[in-house]
């Protein structure tokens, strides 16, 4: 581990998530330097903040550690600050809290109950799809799920779940290769039908409301101001990049895990009691959102490091759910381990919206996997996603029975 150190590491280097080995990195440099001042090829700095205590302390202190300069790596500052205030991403107390709360208004019991009915259906008819064809690309599969959930709870009706599923796949995937202009290009043109989609939605439910998202922000007030369409489009993308892409590489990552730990697989088909732990230890091991930024709001000083006023700090989610300190045998995927204080929803103000959703749709997930089917086995080679900002599987072909 030495030798990681002294390579002065880039964490913000997609390939290091396709092809290196991350959690040997981030180990070493909790153990070395837990606040990393990583200078990146381009020359500008950020500090990436690696431990479980220091990245909780720095989600929870949003007057130190402000949101709205930006929530990611390589986020575009113009964007970042049209959005500022009005995507609830960007948004810090008190307005955060004002948006949460239009946004959580939609989830009544009655719509609760239709998203599990949601789930249920689609993860059946999923599962029963790919064994019937003994097998496939089980990332495909995956995807269904978080999308047609995230669709419903927006108000998307179900004919365009399909198309919903293949813009986002395109929109939120994998970073563009360097040089590769082709996959940028169609990536933002997937984002444009995308937001297109939701202007029409938009409309559709100011003349018919429903029991969803969207129409819950075209009738929500802040202080007796209406939120704009721009605010309701922006919030809309939130949700569905954020919600699809967190669940999907978790259901993705867990699966491979328990695939890599057969003894695991055979420990929660023989006691289905242990699927609340065993759902909290795959988000735990499998930390879909890689990292989450912030901006110093005032000169600071954190594990012995100066923080500066306008500084940008990176919390990386995985290293810090694999922190010594927190868990023990971090590296081992454990479905019994108890308790998981993780860190893959973030904590404090920004605590992930979707969690509780998130949350239900693994375990109907892998309650259904685990009772429809005796064995899992890879049929092909595993590629991982180019990303620094999610970690996760860009195709895995699996054979069942």
Known sequence: MPGILETAPDLSDPSLYQTGEPELVWAALRAESPVYRN??????PFWAVLSYPLAAQVLKDNATFTSE?????????????????????VTDPPRHGNIRRIINSAFTPKMVRRLENTMRAIVVESIE???????????????????????????????????????TMIAFGSDAAPGDDDHAVKAAEAHTDILMYYDELLELRRKDPQEDIVSAMVQGQIGGVPLTDEEIFLNCDGLISGGN???RHATVGGLLAFIRNPDQWQRIKADPSLMPSTVQEVLRYTSPAMHVLRTATRDVELAGQQIRAGDELAVWLPSANRDEQVFADPDTFDIARNP???????????????????????????????RRLDTVHLAGPVRRMRSNLIWGVESMPVTLS
Do not use: Y
């Not at 200078?39 to 500008?44: E, F, L, P, Y």
């Not at 930006?70 to 991403?89: E, Q, S, V, Y």
């Open 39 to 44: 200078v990146r090829a381009n020359g500008r």
């Open 69 to 89: 300069k930006g929530m990611r790596l390589d986020h575009n500052p113009a964007a970042t600050a049209a959005a500022a205030g009005k995507m609830l991403i």
């Open 129 to 167: 799809g790919l064994r019937e064809q003994g097998g496939g690309e089980f990332v495909e599969m995956a995807a269904r799920l978080p999308v047609a959930v995230i669709c419903d709870m927006l108000g998307v009706p179900r004919e365009d779940w399909g198309f919903m599923l293949e813009r």
């Open 245 to 247: 892409e967190t669940t």
């Open 340 to 370: 998981t204080r993780h860190l893959a929803f973030a904590n404090g103000t920004h605590f992930c919206l979707g969690a509780s959703l998130a949350t239900t749709e693994l375990t109907v997930m892998f309650e259904e996997l685990t």
